[in-house]
């Protein structure tokens, strides 16, 4: 048993000095593995920054979408559009930023702005309470609700049909940097009454 | 010598297959994302050319309501764009709405129903992308 041991050491000395790295190969090998270091980490968050914008780009359009279909649903199945502030459509068409709608049942619903904690968000306000179309990270733009994208034109042959082109753009809430946290749509589409 | 490992470092096969694989990595990332990033991009902008498709249905609907022989005489391809009027086409319409959409209405009437198709195309980076809405109207009262 010691016999080896000294053997083998001996073995060990006499190439010891051979082993190992030289500083250029050390160096050499800390550049490429920092370079590969780096092209990784920059493509995790490239990834990771992606998947985000990806993400706000499919919320904002189903918000949109959702706001856009409940709107619609209501408006084609109303009895009489007029405008919130109580004035009917008019033939050449009027806008306005919020529309009063009146369901087959008599009950009333307003589409419009509603402002929730410094976000511009479309609503439906009804007897029963109010309720929000579009989520609290989305907004309709502007600084108030005097004046944000969301406009409703209401226009009506008299005696055959009354349409409501409805118009907004939603975007994420305050004004982030990045490319990447930026996300905006703007939908547009016309709706005719069915009765 | 070899055995016992000393000396013994990668040999220039080993070094080009994990390069090789850390760059096919990288790359299928890098891919996968922008593909997501676009297929997102593409999905908000189909829905908003099908809005306008819809849009130009209903603009269809109002003209039927309004008057029946004025939409039964409506024929061939119309460019409906921005101001939602309708404009005869001449040969194919070009961007109408906004800087982005290519909206024209197809109207084919045999009796008694008009046959509308509305076609709202745009441009991508994969080429030219349209979406189409087709229905019939008739003169229901």
């Given at each position: 048993m010691e016999m080896r041991n000294i053997q083998y050491s001996e073995f060990s000395?006499?190439?010891?000095?051979?082993?190992?790295?030289?500083?250029?190969?050390?160096?050499?090998?800390?550049?490429?593995?920092?370079?590969?270091?780096?092209?990784?980490?920059?493509?995790?968050?490239?990834?990771?920054?992606?998947?985000?914008?990806?993400?706000?780009?499919?919320?904002?359009?189903?918000?949109?979408?959702?706001?856009?279909?409940?709107?619609?649903?209501?408006?084609?199945?109303?009895?009489?559009?007029?405008?919130?502030?109580?004035?009917?459509?008019?033939?050449?068409?009027?806008?306005?930023?919020?529309?009063?709608?009146?369901?087959?049942?008599?009950?009333?619903?307003?589409?419009?702005?509603?402002?929730?904690?410094?976000?511009?968000?479309?609503?439906?306000?009804?007897a029963s309470g109010s309720e929000y179309l579009t989520g609290s990270s989305y907004t309709l733009g502007g600084t108030s609700c005097a004046d944000t994208t969301l406009s409703f034109v209401c226009s009506t042959i008299p005696g055959t049909s009354t349409s409501v082109k409805i118009g907004f753009s939603l975007s994420q809430k305050g004004s982030p940097q990045s490319l990447y946290e930026k996300a905006s749509t703007s939908i547009e589409t016309t709706v005719s009454l069915r009765n | 010598m070899n055995r016992t490992g000393f000396n013994t470092g990668q040999t220039l096969v080993e070094i080009i297959v994990v390069v090789g694989v850390v760059v096919l990595l990288v790359t299928g990332l890098v891919i996968g994302t922008t593909a997501s990033l676009r297929i997102g991009e593409s999905g908000k902008i189909r829905s908003q050319a099908v809005k306008l498709a819809q849009q130009a249905i209903e603009l269809a609907r109002t003209v039927r309501d309004t008057q029946w022989a004025t939409f039964a005489s409506m024929t061939g391809t119309y460019c409906l764009g921005d101001t939602n009027t309708w404009t005869p086409a001449t040969g194919?319409?070009?961007?109408?709405?906004?800087?982005?959409?290519?909206?024209?209405?197809?109207?084919?009437?045999?009796?008694?129903?008009?046959?509308?198709?509305?076609?709202?195309?745009?441009?991508?980076?994969?080429?030219?992308?349209?979406?189409?809405?087709?229905?019939?109207?008739?003169?229901?009262?």
């Open positions: 000395i006499q190439y010891s000095k051979r082993n190992g790295f030289t500083l250029l190969e050390i160096l050499i090998a800390l550049g490429v593995i920092s370079l590969l270091g780096v092209v990784i980490v920059q493509v995790f968050f490239t990834t990771t920054r992606s998947n985000t914008k990806t993400e706000i780009v499919k919320d904002v359009k189903q918000q949109a979408d959702y706001a856009v279909g409940t709107m619609t649903r209501f408006i084609q199945n109303s009895r009489a559009i007029s405008l919130a502030n109580g004035s009917v459509c008019v033939a050449g068409g009027s806008t306005i930023s919020s529309i009063l709608v009146t369901a087959p049942d008599g009950n009333q619903t307003t589409f419009g702005c509603l402002v929730d904690s410094g976000v511009q968000r479309l609503a439906s306000v009804s | 194919l319409c070009s961007v109408n709405i906004g800087t982005t959409f290519t909206r024209s209405v197809n109207f084919a009437f045999v009796d008694p129903r008009m046959t509308v198709e509305v076609t709202v195309s745009w441009q991508d980076s994969s080429g030219t992308k349209q979406t189409s809405l087709k229905t019939y109207f008739t003169q229901w009262k």
